[in-house]
């Protein structure tokens, strides 16, 4: 069954709102969480590092104010898109490190902005 | 400089035979992980395969082998009696020693036909 959940699916938003995404850990505490952005047809980015308790670890030219993680629980972090453009359009998935070395991901979320 | 390196952006296969992906890597560490993760059209991110650097034997699971080449650096994908379901993005990962993030190859589409 699966490990991670993720939702929404899809999001479609007008430009200037904010969208939240959120990713749970559904059987277990993951301490630690990892946003991905995806354009078509490209590979997984890393975004940022998202720790329960704790301030995110975002990559370099990822804009902190852009996309606000949250992990306020060891099994829920969220990801923010505020002030959303259209530039902002793309696949984000989340993944959770469990105990060994599998990274397990999310289904995913389309976000569109209009 | 690329962690990651798969050079076949696109495969055919016919249906029943085996498929084999190409992974090189780049690192400098004794102690890595190497990941194969399946992606279809609808987005999420399957894992599929793993193999630690230490490992003395391939890995397999079901009908997915990797042929681990240490000396060359190299960790290719075996998929056996390709099926019309096997059709998707196929990333190559590595985790590299104290560090959680993986980095992601720019992937491989197979496409299974008939």
């Known amino acids: 069954g699966a490990v991670v959940s993720q939702h929404p699916s899809w999001v479609i938003c007008k430009s200037g709102t904010s969208v939240k995404i959120e990713c749970r850990s559904l059987d277990f505490q993951a301490t630690t969480m990892f946003w991905y952005r995806q354009f078509p047809k490209q590979s997984l980015m890393l975004m940022a590092t998202?720790?329960?308790?704790?301030?995110?670890?975002?990559e370099q030219g990822v804009e902190k104010d852009k996309f606000l993680i949250n992990h306020a629980s060891l099994t829920l972090s969220t990801l923010t898109v505020t002030s959303a453009h259209p530039e902002d359009s793309s696949f984000y998935i989340c993944?959770?490190?469990?105990?060994?070395?599998?990274?397990?991901f999310g289904a995913g979320t389309r976000l569109s902005v209009l | 400089a690329q962690k990651i390196t798969q050079t076949q952006p696109g495969m055919f296969v016919q249906e029943k035979e085996a498929a084999t992906l190409d992974c090189t890597y780049d690192t400098s560490d004794q102690s890595y992980g190497l990941f194969w993760y399946k992606q279809p059209s609808s987005g999420e991110m399957i894992f599929l395969i793993y193999?630690?650097?230490?490992?003395?034997q391939n890995a397999t699971e079901g009908r997915y082998s990797l042929n681990f080449q240490k000396a060359r650096k190299s960790a290719n994908l075996v998929i056996s009696a390709s099926q019309l379901g096997d059709s998707a993005m196929y990333f190559c990962?590595?985790?590299?020693?104290?560090?959680?993030?993986?980095?992601f190859g720019a992937g491989t589409t197979v496409t299974v036909r008939a």
């Open positions: 993944s959770v490190q469990r105990q060994g070395n599998i990274q397990y």
């Open positions: 998202s720790n329960e308790g704790s301030k995110a670890t975002y």
């Open positions: 193999q630690g650097s230490y490992d003395e």
């Open positions: 990962a590595m985790r590299e020693r104290g560090d959680y993030k993986l980095s």
